[in-house]
């Protein structure tokens, strides 16, 4: 008798042991808001050239332009409130608020051909791309475990890939109406699905909702028995809670400080590594570079390795740290830039050197620089934003990162556009790889190591260690 009920006892607590599958799950479907970003973020890129070309519009190519720049516009214009979003109404509502704006740019693609109105439409998507960045990382962050984390909360940046890879595919066979009602489901599709998912226990425990958040536990561990987790929870956000959740306590004291900076240099090198510009311009860039590979299925192939490349990285990227990995890969992609770089020069400046031969370099060359960001450049960021902030400034200081992110989208576009116009295609890869060099040696002295670290563990080695070397 004894021994069978030791042999239930084991076998209950065998069953409660936990699974990591709902919190993969609440991850994979908060992603839809960011394939949608994706798609819009890469719009351009197969629909800017048909709109300079099709009469229809009567739209130069300088209006065009600013296609890639109206998005980052709705980013800094929207990013500064919403801290009252993610504080006052939950990561999760904040999240599915982002489905309003992008369905408004989708059915002003649709319909509209005025030059104002698809303005309106990249600022719209903009404001999407603001509520998406400032809630999305925050939820992944504060719902995964450690382990989940390392490796699922890669899964943002790779749907913001697979949207910019299914967009230059759509773009390829369909024209902007027909790809605009087909992306307008996707939006509509995540409120529903994700309305079905709790908000996060660390959310439920800032707001002395204990109950719940006990609750939200039990629902992203599959476990009844929560007690150790819902004690660590409780002493974390109080320890966390116990500072003001001030914008002078953003700055002042040094741990947010240290976040702060790390996460806007973060931010900062990567749209200065090139890695967003190039999605929006890749059709663009393939058509300027003179391939022997139509700049179509150039586009379709060259996001197609890079969601492949950025989904394989993520099984991997808890492998080595997240401080080695980042500079690593801002090493290399500066090395490939650059030689990218030296060719657009020689084809555009040498004519005597005949590189008919080598005609496949520029899109070789860019899927190079896929290799190297996939497993730093291009996850990195994203992944750490959530992880760098406590439970009292998070929303000031993911609100603040977002806004530079804006920012630094919209420079770095039009240091791209700007130095091509200047001196031509050579020049934004010649700028790019600089900044990532450069940033190389930064990184050393500003990042933090978050491999393997809880959330309160993060913010306690920001606290007692010498992160800055």
Same mark, same amino acid.
């Given at each position: 008798?004894?021994?069978?009920?030791?042999?239930?006892?084991?076998?209950?607590?065998?069953?409660?042991?936990?699974?990591?599958?709902?919190?993969?799950?609440?991850?994979?479907?908060?992603?839809?808001?960011?394939?949608?970003?994706?798609?819009?973020?890469?719009?351009?890129?197969?629909?800017?050239?048909?709109?300079?070309?099709?009469?229809?519009?009567?739209?130069?190519?300088?209006?065009?332009?600013?296609?890639?720049?109206?998005?980052?516009?709705?980013?800094?214009?929207?990013?500064?409130?919403?801290?009252?979003?993610?504080?006052?109404?939950?990561?999760?509502?904040?999240?599915?608020?982002?489905?309003?704006?992008?369905?408004?740019?989708?059915?002003?693609?649709?319909?509209? =051909?005025? %030059?104002?109105?698809?303005? @309106?439409? #990249?600022? *719209?998507?903009?404001? +999407?791309?603001?509520?998406? &960045? !400032?809630?999305?990382?925050?939820?992944?962050?504060?719902?995964?475990?450690?382990?989940?984390?390392?490796?699922?909360?890669?899964?943002?940046?790779?749907?913001?890939?697979?949207?910019?890879?299914?967009?230059?595919?759509?773009?390829?066979?369909?024209?902007?109406?027909?790809?605009?009602?087909?992306?307008?489901?996707?939006?509509?599709?995540?409120?529903?699905?994700?309305?079905?998912?709790?908000?996060?226990?660390?959310?439920?425990?800032?707001?002395?909702?204990?109950?719940?958040?006990?609750?939200?536990?039990?629902?992203?561990?599959?476990?009844?028995?929560?007690?150790?987790?819902?004690?660590?929870?409780?002493?974390?956000?109080?320890?966390?809670?116990?500072?003001?959740?001030?914008?002078?306590?953003?700055?002042?004291?040094?741990?947010?400080? =240290?976040? %702060?900076?790390?996460?806007? @240099?973060? #931010?900062? *090198?990567?749209?200065? +590594?090139?890695?967003?510009? &190039? !999605?929006?311009?890749?059709?663009?860039?393939?058509?300027?570079?003179?391939?022997?590979?139509?700049?179509?299925?150039?586009?379709?192939?060259?996001?197609?390795?890079?969601?492949?490349?950025?989904?394989?990285?993520?099984?991997?990227?808890?492998?080595?740290?997240?401080?080695?990995?980042?500079?690593?890969?801002?090493?290399?992609?500066?090395?490939?830039?650059?030689?990218?770089?030296?060719?657009?020069?020689?084809?555009?400046?040498?004519?005597?050197?005949?590189?008919?031969?080598?005609?496949?370099?520029?899109?070789?060359?860019?899927?190079?620089?896929?290799?190297?960001?996939?497993?730093?450049?291009?996850?990195?960021?994203?992944?750490?934003?959530?992880?760098?902030?406590?439970?009292?400034?998070?929303?000031?200081?993911?609100?603040?990162?977002?806004?530079?992110?804006?920012?630094?989208?919209?420079?770095?576009?039009?240091?791209?556009?700007?130095?091509?116009?200047?001196?031509?295609?050579?020049?934004?890869?010649?700028?790019?790889?600089?900044?990532?060099?450069?940033?190389?040696?930064?990184?050393?002295?500003?990042?933090?190591?978050?491999?393997?670290?809880?959330?309160?563990?993060?913010?306690?080695?920001?606290?007692?260690?010498?992160?800055?070397?």
């Amino acid at each position: 008798m004894n021994m069978s009920v030791s042999e239930e006892d084991k076998s209950a607590q065998k069953n409660d042991d936990g699974k990591e599958w709902p919190q993969i799950l609440a991850i994979l479907l908060g992603c839809l808001s960011s394939l949608t970003g994706g798609l819009l973020f890469a719009w351009p890129s197969p629909f800017l050239p048909k709109i300079i070309n099709d009469k229809s519009y009567n739209i130069t190519q300088d209006e065009a332009s600013n296609f890639t720049t109206f998005n980052t516009v709705g980013i800094i214009v929207l990013s500064p409130f919403l801290i009252l979003f993610t504080d006052s109404f939950g990561r999760k509502k904040t999240l599915m608020f982002s489905a309003i704006p992008t369905s408004v740019a989708w059915i002003i693609k649709a319909f509209s =051909k005025d %030059l104002y109105w698809l303005y @309106f439409a #990249r600022f *719209s998507c903009g404001l +999407g791309d603001a509520i998406l &960045f !400032a809630a999305l990382p925050i939820y992944i962050g504060e719902v995964a475990s450690p382990k989940v984390r390392g490796t699922w909360g890669n899964a943002l940046i790779c749907s913001v890939f697979l949207g910019q890879f299914i967009m230059n595919v759509l773009g390829y066979y369909f024209s902007i109406e027909t790809t605009s009602f087909i992306c307008l489901a996707l939006p509509v599709t995540f409120v529903l699905v994700f309305s079905l998912m709790p908000e996060t226990p660390y959310f439920y425990m800032m707001k002395g909702n204990e109950e719940a958040a006990r609750q939200s536990l039990r629902t992203f561990k599959r476990k009844h028995n929560v007690d150790a987790e819902f004690e660590e929870l409780k002493s974390d956000v109080r320890r966390q809670m116990v500072q003001a959740g001030t914008w002078r306590n953003l700055f002042m004291i040094e741990q947010n400080r =240290k976040g %702060l900076i790390a996460a806007v @240099f973060l #931010r900062t *090198s990567q749209m200065f +590594g090139g890695l967003l510009v &190039f !999605a929006s311009y890749t059709k663009f860039i393939f058509e300027k570079s003179g391939g022997n590979i139509d700049p179509s299925l150039s586009s379709i192939i060259y996001m197609g390795t890079s969601f492949s490349l950025y989904t394989l990285s993520a099984f991997f990227s808890d492998t080595f740290g997240r401080r080695k990995a980042y500079m690593t890969s801002l090493a290399l992609s500066g090395l490939v830039l650059l030689i990218e770089g030296i060719y657009l020069y020689i084809d555009q400046y040498q004519p005597g050197i005949d590189l008919s031969g080598i005609k496949w370099f520029p899109l070789a060359g860019l899927l190079g620089f896929i290799v190297t960001s996939s497993f730093g450049l291009g996850i990195i960021p994203t992944l750490m934003l959530g992880e760098l902030f406590s439970a009292s400034i998070k929303a000031k200081g993911v609100s603040l990162t977002a806004t530079n992110f804006g920012l630094m989208i919209l420079l770095a576009n039009v240091v791209f556009y700007e130095t091509n116009k200047a001196v031509g295609l050579y020049g934004p890869f010649i700028v790019f790889g600089c900044c990532n060099i450069l940033s190389t040696f930064i990184s050393y002295f500003v990042l933090p190591e978050t491999k393997g670290k809880t959330l309160d563990e993060i913010q306690q080695h920001l606290k007692t260690e010498k992160v800055w070397k």
